[in-house]
């Protein structure tokens, strides 16, 4: 069977607009390339990125249905190919020394992902216009009146008593 061709796939508005919130910027320079070539080089990739594109290794659309892997993969051109935290070099070399599982651009995508996959899937759970709308103006007067309440009435954001490891696989259900 032939590889199909590849092409760039825009991310679908719920999704960019849910990328915005989290990312606090837009994502619009991220280019996401289905069926690419240089991902199915990369044994059991699913995605693999490069400086503002995630290349996927089968279709767009079920790059889209995977909500951690969509937080990971931009994680990864935002936060680290963006700023020029990571370079082939440096993945590389960090690979060497500790492997693909356990270096530190990969602890770092899957620790994001972690932590914002509940908001993420908040945020394209259909409902109000829009989101970030419905939080200010439902949420934001509770979370101001429990910043002044007494610790007791807080709610806890501390790190829980038995650490949970950013090295677990990752999830691959959608919200």
């Known amino acids: ?5 590849r092409r760039i796939c825009p991310p679908p508005p719920a999704i960019e607009q849910a990328l915005i919130e989290i990312f606090g910027e837009s994502v619009r320079q991220v280019r ?9 080089l990369h044994l059991g990739a699913r995605a693999t990125t490069r400086r503002n594109r995630i290349l996927v290794r089968g279709s767009a659309e079920f790059f889209w249905a995977d909500t951690d892997l969509i937080l990971h993969e931009y994680f990864h051109v935002l936060c680290q190919w963006q700023p020029r935290r990571l ?8 690979s060497a020394r ?7 651009f990969e602890r770092e995508a899957r620790a994001f992902a972690a932590d914002h996959h509940t908001r993420f899937c908040y945020l394209l759970k259909p409902g109000p216009a829009t989101r970030k709308s419905s939080i200010s103006k439902i949420d934001t007067p509770d979370l101001l009146s429990m910043m002044h309440a007494p610790s007791a009435d807080r709610l806890d954001y501390s790190e829980p008593a038995t650490p949970v ?3 677990l696989p990752m999830k691959n259900d959608a919200c």
């Open 98 to 104: 500790r492997g693909y599982w356990h270096n530190r």
């Open 87 to 94: 370079t082939i070099w440096r993945y590389l070399v960090e």
């Open 165 to 167: 490891p950013h090295n």
């Open 32 to 40: 996401v390339i289905e069926y690419s070539w240089y991902c199915a």
């Open 1 to 5: 069977m032939p590889w199909p061709s």
